[in-house]
């Protein structure tokens, strides 16, 4: 078995002069569960298109599954597992016929076939619909069915890029139920978000802005490494006047919007405490919360993009 299913190093990837993906050096350990985080545009799809062979490299080297991702292709893409953002899945087709129709695409045949397509519909938690039109299924049932068919040749690598923007909250938390049990069985996961909370279920992150990564390292890593200062949160009357009262205060090094609440970073908490009850006082503004809390990765990823001085997403 190699140590890494994903290795890269300088990975970019140009569109004219617009740089997507800017010289992107990247360790996955074979298998575990690897999130590829960032906000919409930030280069995540892009990245995960070139690692998939779909898309060649501007610049730099690497392997995934051990194969070249610019001279080997068709190896590649035969020895992986791809569930793009987009539902890309036949509609008019059955559940059944869909996976029968993917099993011939990755040259599943004979009993191997029946068994792994009745594996994956026990996997997916689609006993039952299998004689069902795709397009009669919610949402939450066609990301089962579309990373059913994405894994049944069983790949020993699967790439999802954003498996679950656009699914309920519950739907995402059976998904990643799914995706905990084929890490278990020894796949490597290669999965892009922009929900912070998937990012807890992960091994390891890397965190990308801009086109450039940011940070790497495991989700407790992360919080521990950017997230020394104390974190305080805010409820108050009238939130954005609050934001806007906070933000050149000195005694914060940071002041973001989360929610219904403001998320303060302060070296000295004490000082910190005092500041704001004078500034939000002096405004006008009264104090319905304030007290400290624990960071979660979306406070660490607000201050690893503030600490790397990035000014801008990319697509």
Known sequence: MIEFAVDVKGLTRVFDTFVAVDHIDLRVATGTVFGFLGPNGAGKSTTIRML???LRPSGGTGTVGG?????????????IGYMSQRFSLYEELT?????RFFAGIYN??????QARIAWAVEMAGLRGREHLKTRELAGGWRQRLALGCAVLHEPPILFLDEPTSGVDPASRRNFWEMIGELSSRGITVFVTTHYMDEAEHCDELALIYGGRLVATGSPAT???RYMSRALLALECGD???AFAALKPEPALTGVALFGTALHLTADDETAARVAVAA???AAGISIQRLERIEPSLEDTFVAIVEASGSNGARA
């Open 95 to 99: 559940v059944e016929e869909n996976l």
């Open 222 to 224: 992360l919080k521990h």
């Open 67 to 79: 194969f070249d991702i610019a001279t080997q292709t068709e190896q590649l893409k035969s020895n």
């Open 52 to 54: 998939c062979g779909i």
């Open 239 to 241: 939130l954005m006047s």
């Open 279 to 281: 500034r939000l006082q």
């Open 108 to 113: 599943v045949r004979g009993a191997q076939r």
